[in-house]
């Protein structure tokens, strides 16, 4: 299989920022792991036994359900234990558990931030695939700079998809973060937060697996 490339994220606290307002709140986060680049077509149909037509694109119309299915698949692919187990649509988080999961919101814009506390880690257009270059479509990961963690389109290119829930109070919408190809610059940014129906699948939404350092787990 081509292998999923990690990152070891340390731990570290970093100020979250809300895209609706000005409120900032400290946010403090154990080590873990984070996928170098968001999963890729050839990932996504090596697992599922699919086919890729771009290979290197990151991987879209995943609703965020078969995103937690595809982290424990991949899980069992590595010989590692799933961390999900589902009741119908429901589904819960084993935290004792080694294998692959979708990263925490906390995690998420940590990681993106990697030590800056401005909307972004760099200039949009060299960290980024917005709707300010024309495309009609994700390109391949990679393609522009990473940040000081190493992660390469945690901004634009595809949204991808958190464990929590956008509006707990509400509904069951599961948030996205991030911005992706077809967003302006303004809106591409580590605050940028929206949410869907954990069913819905969209073409510049797709998901970064993550993984509980082994020194957090039993």
Do not use: K
């Not at 994220?9 to 920022?17: D, E, F, K, N, T």
């Not at 506390?117 to 390109?139: C, F, H, K, Q």
């Amino acid at each position: 299989m081509t292998d999923v490339e990690m990152a070891r994220i340390p731990a570290g606290s970093v100020l979250r920022g809300d895209q609706r307002g000005a409120d900032r709140r400290e946010i403090t986060v154990q080590g873990f792991d984070l996928g170098v680049y968001p999963v890729t077509e050839e990932q996504m149909a090596e697992i599922l036994g699919i086919t890729a037509q771009n290979p290197r694109r990151p991987a879209v119309q995943v609703s965020w359900l078969r995103a937690v299915r595809f982290c424990n698949a991949l899980s069992e692919w590595e010989g590692l234990d799933p961390v999900y187990a589902y009741d119908g649509e429901h589904v819960d988080w084993d935290i004792e558990a080694d294998g692959f999961r979708l990263p925490t919101e906390d995690e998420w814009e940590y990681a993106c931030r990697a030590g800056s506390t401005g909307s972004t880690y760099g200039p949009i257009p060299e960290i980024a695939w917005t709707a300010a270059d024309g495309l009609r479509g994700p390109v391949e990961v990679g393609g522009r700079l990473p940040n000081l963690h190493g992660l390469f389109d945690t901004l634009g290119n595809v949204s991808q998809w958190c464990w929590d829930l956008f509006a707990p109070e509400t509904s069951d919408a599961r948030v996205f973060r991030g911005g992706g190809w077809s967003d302006a610059r303004a809106a591409v940014r580590a605050s940028a937060r929206r949410g869907a129906n954990p069913r819905a699948a969209f073409d510049d939404v797709g998901l970064r697996v993550a993984r509980t350092s082994p020194d957090r787990q039993r």
